[in-house]
């Protein structure tokens, strides 16, 4: 079984993740840029973050044989926070480099007017850099976001093919599906979607435009929770090519619009024993 878990925060797991996820049969990935819990008071904050997604992170990724990718914006949770916004100014110098395949997460959190002017700017930068869009939908009142954002994308310039509604559910797929987007679903241990319930709807709306994500960060969550639909869907009676479908040909699909997927393995020097990024090596001890 070969995964692509197409959001997962990395920065906030460890190697010991890293190892399991290869073992688990995840080869690549996509990291959204989001906030980190503790509030930033800077937009220098982002950058140096930001930095880290285009170069530690995909470094240590390559160590465990997992080709690393991210997405990059100005979150909705941070949205509102005039401290942050000036980020939105410096977002271009980054959609350019490489490794970046979509502009993400953005939408909303709390719908407020500073939200709906920080998603409209950046689904217009997306457009204008060529990328798709990772469309993050509240966690409160989420039919009613979802519905705030489909009003807001049919405005702009980007094409439903080029964004995904992550973080869906049962209440929000109908719509999702009828808009011509991309679906997300992040699977949890204890809240959003289980297994199970993936199931279920995968029997009921099928496997085309459904990404299946683990969302791990440094909540309670599980970096192996693709390979668990994967199994649940075997064991429902879905195929091997319906798997290879939605935990890998469907995420490829997806941010492969951006031109910059890049699949392959790391060089040997970024793999070596003993090899470092900025002088700096994931091994502990004496080396």
């Known amino acids: 079984m070969r995964i692509f878990d197409p959001h997962i925060h990395m920065t906030s797991r460890t190697t010991d993740d890293y190892t399991a996820m290869y073992e688990a049969g995840v080869r690549a990935l996509v990291e959204p840029s989001f906030w980190l819990?503790?509030?930033?008071?800077?937009?220098?904050?982002?950058?140096?973050?930001?930095?880290?997604?285009?170069?530690?992170?995909?470094?240590?990724?390559?160590?465990?044989?997992?080709?690393?990718?991210?997405?990059?914006?100005?979150?909705?949770?941070?949205?509102?926070?005039?401290?942050?916004?000036?980020?939105?100014?410096?977002?271009?110098?980054?959609?350019?480099?490489?490794?970046?395949?979509?502009?993400?997460?953005?939408?909303?959190?709390?719908?407020?007017?500073?939200?709906?002017?920080?998603?409209?700017?950046?689904?217009?930068?997306?457009?204008?850099?060529?990328?798709?869009?990772?469309?993050?939908?509240?966690?409160?009142?989420?039919?009613a976001g979802l519905t705030r954002t489909l009003d807001v994308l049919r405005e702009s310039a980007l094409p439903p093919e080029q964004v995904v509604l992550d973080h869906l559910n049962e209440t929000t797929v109908g719509e999702a599906a009828d808009s011509g987007c991309w679906m997300g679903f992040s699977i949890y241990p204890d809240t959003k979607m289980d297994e199970q319930r993936m199931v279920r709807l995968l029997r009921l709306h099928g496997t085309e435009r459904v990404l299946v994500n683990s969302a791990a960060d440094w909540g309670r969550s599980d970096p192996l929770k693709t390979r668990a639909v994967g199994e649940a869907m075997l064991d429902a009676g879905f195929t091997d090519d319906d798997v290879d479908r939605v935990l890998w040909r469907n995420p490829v699909a997806f941010y492969g619009q951006s031109g910059r997927l890049e699949l392959t393995s790391a060089p040997p020097e970024e793999t070596a024993p003993g090899a470092t990024h900025e002088g700096n090596s994931i091994l502990r001890g004496g080396n």
Not at 47 to 67: K, N, T, V
Not at 69 to 95: Q, S
Not at 114 to 137: F, I, K, M, N, Y
């Open 37 to 143: 819990g503790q509030p930033r008071t800077s937009p220098a904050s982002f950058f140096d973050y930001f930095d880290s997604l285009l170069g530690w992170e995909p470094f240590r990724a390559a160590q465990h044989g997992i080709a690393h990718h991210c997405t990059l914006a100005l979150n909705p949770k941070e949205a509102g926070d005039p401290r942050c916004v000036p980020v939105l100014d410096e977002l271009p110098r980054y959609l350019v480099k490489d490794g970046v395949v979509a502009v993400g997460e953005i939408g909303y959190d709390s719908m407020t007017p500073a939200e709906d002017t920080a998603l409209a700017a950046q689904l217009q930068l997306a457009a204008d850099h060529g990328l798709p869009a990772l469309v993050h939908t509240p966690h409160r009142d989420k039919a």
